[in-house]
């Protein structure tokens, strides 16, 4: 369970859940892994996150709120497997129910791809993409399905107007002529501190996707295809704070297992600054 929040008492974590009592914010684990093209490990996102988080205070001095006051459920994990279609729908019932209950989905992945579920199940107008990757293709050794081509699926959305991908500093030629589209902003890594995120965005509905490889490797080396030159992560945490207050909904993906735990850590902290920036800015 995340450290601070209560266990919903959904046990089985069937797409048909019942009611969640008031809950603000629920945390959904989403362990897909099935298309990582380097290293392989998202599977042990989730569970990884919730464990390196638990040091952290409860107490937040910047915005004096308690966590475990925000409303925050935990439903634990939907259980992956192989057949990445079937699991997003699945997944996308899950989440699509957190939103009819009137709270904001957090959810940790597993690879990339979870985030078309979450997209899907919230029907944002704008959604920002913090990722070291453009993940443009429109098909990845044939599978559309990719988390290579996740923000490329997300575009295809009916609700989704704009995508902001920020810190991304690598794709192909293909990636980088589809980005040219005016449905999509890119933001390389030295420019996200000033870029005037909070105009492009103001009174828009919007989710919130961090690929934790937009981070520079030094702060977040457990991912499945690292990237150098990459945003600290003070650079993170401030588009996260700006971004929450008009978020419906979250998530934090791409954490394997392959470090100390630093990675996690990162991603669990960000989890919390979302909940605290989101109910303090409402």
Known sequence: MFPGATDDGEGS??????????????????????????????RFGPRRIRSFAEPFDDYDHRTDQYFSELGVEDHGDIRAWDNAKEYLEYLEGTLRGVVWDDAVPLLLGGEHTVSLAGVRAVEPEAVVVLDAHLDLYEAYDGNELSHASVTRRILEEPAVEDVFVLGARTGSEAEW????????????????????????????????SVDIDAADPAYAPATGTREPFGL???????????????????????????????????????????AFARADGR
């Open 13 to 42: 974590h069937t797409a048909d859940d019942a009611d969640r009592d008031g809950a603000n914010f629920v945390v959904v684990g989403a362990p897909l892994d099935v298309s990582t093209t380097f290293q392989p490990g998202t």
């Open 177 to 208: 002529e589809r980005a040219r589209a005016p449905d999509v902003t890119v933001v390389p890594p030295e420019d996200v501190a000033d870029w005037p995120l909070a105009d492009r965005l103001d009174g828009r509905d919007v989710y919130l």
């Open 232 to 274: 600290e992560s003070r650079e993170l945490r401030d588009v996260v704070r700006a971004v929450a207050p008009q978020a419906s909904g979250f998530d934090v993906v791409e954490v394997n297992d392959r470090d100390e735990g630093q990675t996690a850590a990162l991603a669990g902290k960000l989890v919390r600054e979302f």
